[in-house]
């Protein structure tokens, strides 16, 4: 039997079947739809994918999923390191302590961000949940909704899938199958950086550090972060689905 | 701008997309030790103004001035400035930055160029003030809603800042937390301003207050008495906190 989730190495959001990527293209339109509130809306549904898409790609297989989040997590930890860096180049005065401190929160913030039960770091699911609870805020609300219905469709549909095609994870498929899948993750864990790094640095500069030109406060906003990751995931999508 | 007056906002503007403006032709001061509540919908600009007091705004976008102290908030002083204020943020996840509660509250004294013993003694000071001494050690990311407040309230608290400015602090916290809150900010003499949805915060905290309502200020004076009209407090969506409510029948 074809293994069905590779099926087609460029599409690494979603399972090669037509049906499953048509799911994930139609969660994505309904995110740039919404866009426009920006900040935890895109990056806390790509985070829901992006887990699924672990899972799946996996083919729930427990090593496989450990060695995928040891990876991201690495891969977090050194670039919350750079971020860290740039800040210290200009902030002019930073102590190793919390060089390293911030470094690894950064890290733990992105390895959490994928990890769902653990994402109190970005805060973004902890801050729904508790938004949820307030009446009369129906952004938040909607927010919740949408975001509970595109991943509830996606693990309808990814997983099983993945169950059904009786693959044993990446490590079946070989390992230029698992490279050509896992290729796509770092742009997302680059975009989700940036963001975690953007609203880290208005913290930095409300706390008294400074020194680094304008502020970079843009709540609720399209950044060219999210502009560049949905152009290139719906190309990626597109593409995938026309196959 | 009177002589006392700590804070002067004059004829501010603020658009996040250049279009529709968030704040608009905000226009008001503050004295020294006063303690100013601003009040509204969501969504009326609250936080965006107190963004902007703190400079923390992309100033090509802000119109108007903004004066803290006599000095005007401009880019090149903002990084100056800024360190005479204390946000404490909506959401204590955009606030909360160091690896332990502890080091997250000796950030804002270490930025502040304090030397290690006095941000050791501060920091254990703050954290018995806002009894969460046991949560030193521990992460940001592992302790509740309400106990990250405390930590926020306590990181700003311990830079002793001249202009406080809190962002909806008693979210999130149980009854005896906001009333240790309002004994904090009562007894604090700094100048503060205060915005949220908990009227009796506001009322227990505050002598004035603003009601914003789509980027504009559409009341403005003491709060005893902004608070207590229900026809201002119910057209801006907002409603007369239940201990006015109790004082006007008694009255009757």
């Known amino acids: ?243 | 701008m009177t002589i006392d007056a700590f804070i002067k906002v004059d004829k501010l503007y603020f658009s996040y997309d250049g279009t529709k403006s968030v704040l608009e032709n905000i226009t008001f001061e503050a004295g020294r030790n006063e303690r100013i509540g601003i009040v509204g919908p969501s969504g009326s600009g609250k936080s965006t103004l107190l963004f902007a007091i703190a400079g923390l705004l992309p100033f090509s976008r802000v119109k108007g001035n903004t004066f803290i102290n006599n000095e005007k908030m401009m880019e090149s002083k903002a990084a100056r400035l800024r360190k005479q204020i204390g946000l404490v943020m909506q959401n204590p996840d955009d606030q909360l930055i160091g690896a332990t509660v502890q080091e997250d509250i000796g950030l804002g004294l270490f930025a502040r160029g304090f030397d290690k013993n006095a941000i050791f003694a501060k920091v254990k000071e703050q954290l018995k003030g806002m009894r969460i001494s046991e949560l030193a050690q521990r992460s940001p990311c592992e302790i509740s809603f309400g106990e990250k407040k405390r930590a926020c309230v306590a990181g700003i608290l311990a830079v002793e800042p001249d202009l406080l400015l809190l962002d909806e602090p008693g979210e999130g916290l149980d009854p005896r937390g906001k009333r240790e809150l309002i004994n904090i900010i009562c007894n604090n003499r700094a100048c503060m301003m205060i915005s949220g949805h908990d009227m009796e915060l506001i009322l227990n905290t505050t002598e004035k207050v603003i009601v914003l309502d789509k980027g504009e200020i559409v009341a403005f004076g003491l709060t005893q008495e902004i608070l207590a009209d229900e026809k201002i407090m119910e057209h801006h969506g907002l409603m007369v906190p239940p201990s006015l409510r109790v004082r006007h029948y008694e009255k009757k």
């Open chain 1, 1 to 243: 039997m074809k293994p069905l989730l590779f099926c087609n190495r460029n599409c690494f959001l979603a399972a090669g079947h037509p049906v499953a990527r048509f799911v994930m293209l139609l969660s994505l339109l309904i995110h740039f739809a919404c866009g426009g509130w920006g900040n935890s809306f895109l990056g806390l549904s790509l985070d829901f994918c992006l887990v699924l898409t672990l899972l799946a790609i996996s083919g729930l297989n427990k090593k496989a999923v450990l060695s995928l989040f040891l990876l991201i997590g690495t891969f977090s930890f050194f670039m919350g390191l750079l971020i860290w860096m740039g800040w210290c180049f200009n902030l002019g005065k930073a102590s190793a302590v919390n060089w390293i401190g911030i470094s690894v929160r950064m890290g733990g913030s992105v390895c959490t961000a994928v990890s769902i039960t653990g994402s109190s770091a970005p805060g973004e699911f902890g801050y729904l949940l508790e938004k949820i609870k307030i009446p009369g805020r129906q952004k938040d609300r909607l927010l919740m909704v949408m975001h509970g219905f595109t991943s509830f469709m996606s693990s309808f549909i990814i997983i099983p899938l993945a169950l059904r095609a009786g693959i044993g994870g990446i490590y079946s498929a070989g390992t230029r199958a698992a490279v050509s899948i896992i290729k796509g993750l770092p742009l997302m864990i680059l975009h989700r950086g940036i963001r975690r790094g953007q609203s880290l640095s208005i913290a930095l500069e409300a706390r008294g550090f400074s020194g680094f030109g304008p502020s970079m406060f843009r709540p609720s906003s399209w950044k060219i972060a999210d502009v560049l990751l949905c152009v290139v995931s719906t190309f990626i999508l597109v593409t995938g689905f026309l196959k």
